[in-house]
């Protein structure tokens, strides 16, 4: 790309409002959380408008799909559009590959589901607002524990095609040592599987207690309902993949159970939380949030604020935007932020702080289409945790 083309080269106007792209997965197998990403934008978008604010922001949509291809064709066009900061993409795999890009020519990133081990390592302007596996995955192990003491026999399962799913699942196994439990059968799956027999019926020969799965929601969602209706009756904890109410109707009344650590209660009682709370009701008949839209209102907050902080100080007059995107990341690094999900804030390396994360029972009304993720232990971070 050319100097004189190159939008990062350019003055921004004094008064003009700043762009945000975001890159969701809006199509492909990753589109159950998309949706959930552009809902918590959207209202995050109306309700920070209605605020005073300093310097206006506009959000512009692009569809990163459920590959890396996608992410990446996403991430150079916003770009070339000259957003100031980007939101995305929705797969920690997709992050991988899209953000060296971002990184090659200074444009901050807030990644709002991406929880895999080092992606604010690929470089000084990614970040994340979603806590990495490795603090949250092991706290719902605890809790099967708990509940199961005597729990020996441990099957694990994962989809090996997905880097979120087999770098969760090397944390949960590591958590599984820990605590002394060697699991009895380890079944490799892939993302496009649906017909999960064979790896079940070898598991159930080993007679597991737990189940831990480390997948997406549709095959996730499938997987549970198939173990169930294969005979399993033990308890299932499942990882970040499967923290969506869209496994819902894709395992129905055989989600009943299911334990998850999560990032995100719908349960705080701040006032920001219950404001998220009642806009997503009111756009979504009632419906009680998830994690990942609370994330995508998290990322879109974040940003928003550092931007309104930095033009009240003058610290986008007369500069270019390869500049303002350079003290945007300062400001983002720099402060901190009362979400739907807690306090939170940064380390220096764009890795999230938060205080409190959360175990949840999926519970599934009588009808078996739809249920909620009940909150059942509340866990403050660990000791040494980023």
Known sequence: MGRSSDPAAKTLPSSAPLRLGAALALTGNANVYGQDQRMGLGLARQWFKAKPQTRPVQLQLEDGASDEPSAIAAFNLLIRRGVVALIGPTLSQQAFAADPIAQRQGVPVVAPSNTASGIPQIGSFISRVSAQSSVIAPLSIDEALRREPSTERVAVFFAQDDAYSTAETAIFQKALAARKLKPVSVQRTQLADNDFQNPITAALQQRPQLVVISAQAVDGGNLIRQLRELGY??????????NTPNIYPICQRWCDGVLIAQAYSPELNTPIN??????????????I???????AWSAYQVLFEAIQRLQARGGLEGVTLGEARKRLMQELLAGHYDTPLGPIHFRSDGEVV???FYVAEVRMDASGRSGQFTLVREQDRPEGGP
């Open 233 to 242: 009756r033990g308890q299932i904890v499942v990882g970040n993949g499967l």
């Open 274 to 287: 219950r404001t998220f709370r009642r806009v997503f009701a009111e756009a979504n008949k009632g419906r």
């Open 289 to 295: 949030p998830g994690q990942i839209a609370a994330q």
């Open 354 to 356: 938060q205080e409190r």
